[in-house]
Every structure is written in C-alpha cells, then in structure tokens.
C-alpha cells in the first residue's frame, strides 16, 4: 500500500509539472508551413544542433561521428525565402565517435588537423526552393583551410514557440555529399571512403 501511494504522488507531481507544457502542445500553435514563419534573424542552438559525418571503412563497415559544437545565424522572410542569409561554424575539435583512439587519429595531421584548422565554416551564397517544405542551400564551406562549394538539401521541419523555453524556434533537417579529397583529406583514399555524407539536425531560437 505505501509503495502504491509513492507511485499515485510521484505520478500526481509528474503531471502538475507537465501540465503547463501538456496544455501548450495541446493549443497547437506550431506551423509546418515556411510561409507562416516569422521573419527575423535567429540564432542556431547547439544543445540541440549536431551533424553526424559518415564514410566507408574499406567496404567493411561505415564510420560514423558527430560534430558536436556548432555555432550559427540564419536570416530569413517568408516573403523572399531566396534571400536567406546562414552563416554556421563548426568546432572541429568537438568531433566524436565513441572511440578515444580514433577520435585522435581524424582529429591528427592525417584527416583534420584540428590543432592548424580548430574551425570549419559555412557560409551560404543561394537558396532554391524546391518544394513546399524543402530548398537546396549552395554556400562556401571551408575545411581543412580549402574553400569548395556545397550544397546542403534542406528540409523545414517546423516553427513556433518551443513550450519549454518560450522562445520562438525554427527546426530544419539536411544533408550533404563531399569529397574530402576535395578539401586536401586524402588520408588512405580510396581505401577509407573519399565520399563523406553529412546529415544535419539544426534548431535555431529567435534572437530578439
């Protein structure tokens, strides 16, 4: 008896701490359309950004890990989505794949040298839309100190007000093919795979 009353007030707690944010999903107030998003230049969220690298391990297998630090701004209006302007930084350093030794050796001279090159940069130049929630967003990445153009197929997930922190927010997927052959990271290619796929997962808060 005394386990099940534990269990009835931890569940009672639960529910007046949930309530508030039940009731602001409950309302809606979320839109998954890009012409109902609110113009205004937002700020990237890194506790919830990340972008995962993969490439082929001689055909073996897959490596996979993670950037997790990136930093950015987006600037946008419905009205003229073609003009959107993002600008994103990644803290090369902050690559991780679960495993401490192969974390050194592609942040070393051999891949990314991440002690002469800490950041990668992207900078967009064009926008073009391709669907009611997707575009294709081409800009200069630079990495590894090499500057090549890249397109990034980009895919709106939704905006509105996040219910936890009340701020504004805007949520995109993306994706995007490299060689890093192109970028000087020629390192046991072809036998460790010179095509790197990038998938994105971004949230971006208003900035006022």
Same mark, same amino acid.
């Given at each position: 008896?005394?386990?099940?009353? !534990?269990? &009835?007030? @931890?569940?009672?707690? /639960?529910?007046?701490?949930? +309530?508030?944010?039940? $009731? #602001?999903?409950?309302?809606?107030?979320?839109?998954?359309?890009?012409?109902?998003?609110?113009?205004?230049?937002?700020?990237?969220?890194?506790?919830?950004?990340?972008?995962?690298?993969?490439?082929?391990?001689?055909?073996?297998?897959?490596?996979?890990?993670?950037?997790?630090?990136?930093?950015?701004?987006?600037?946008?209006?419905?009205?003229?989505?073609?003009?959107?302007?993002?600008?994103?930084?990644?803290?090369?350093?902050?690559?991780?794949?679960?495993?401490?030794?192969?974390?050194?050796?592609? !942040?070393? &001279?051999? @891949?990314?040298?991440? /002690?002469?090159?800490?950041? +990668?940069?992207?900078? $967009? #130049?064009?926008?073009?839309?391709?669907?009611?929630?997707?575009?294709?967003?081409?800009?200069?990445?630079?990495?590894?100190?090499?500057?090549?153009?890249?397109?990034?197929?980009?895919?709106?997930?939704?905006?509105?007000?996040?219910?936890?922190?009340?701020?504004?927010?805007?949520?995109?997927?993306?994706?995007?093919?490299?060689?890093?052959?192109?970028?000087?990271?020629?390192?046991?290619?072809?036998?460790?795979?010179?095509?790197?796929?990038?998938?994105?997962?971004?949230?971006?808060?208003?900035?006022?």
């Amino acid at each position: 008896m005394r386990q099940t009353l !534990k269990i &009835a007030a @931890f569940g009672l707690a /639960a529910a007046v701490v949930l +309530a508030p944010v039940s $009731a #602001t999903w409950a309302q809606g107030g979320f839109t998954h359309a890009p012409a109902e998003v609110r113009a205004g230049t937002y700020v990237l969220d890194p506790g919830h950004s990340k972008i995962t690298w993969s490439l082929s391990h001689f055909g073996f297998s897959t490596y996979v890990g993670q950037f997790a630090k990136v930093d950015g701004t987006l600037t946008v209006d419905p009205k003229t989505p073609t003009a959107a302007k993002l600008d994103v930084t990644v803290d090369t350093a902050s690559l991780g794949t679960l495993n401490p030794a192969l974390d050194t050796h592609v !942040k070393s &001279a051999d @891949f990314l040298d991440v /002690a002469q090159f800490p950041q +990668a940069t992207f900078k $967009a #130049t064009s926008v073009k839309v391709t669907g009611e929630t997707t575009a294709d967003i081409t800009g200069d990445l630079t990495l590894h100190g090499v500057t090549k153009p890249v397109v990034v197929h980009a895919t709106f997930n939704q905006a509105g007000v996040n219910p936890i922190d009340k701020k504004y927010s805007l949520g995109f997927d993306g994706e995007a093919v490299l060689k890093r052959s192109d970028f000087g990271v020629k390192t046991y290619v072809p036998y460790i795979g010179d095509e790197v796929t990038l998938k994105i997962e971004t949230e971006f808060k208003a900035a006022n």
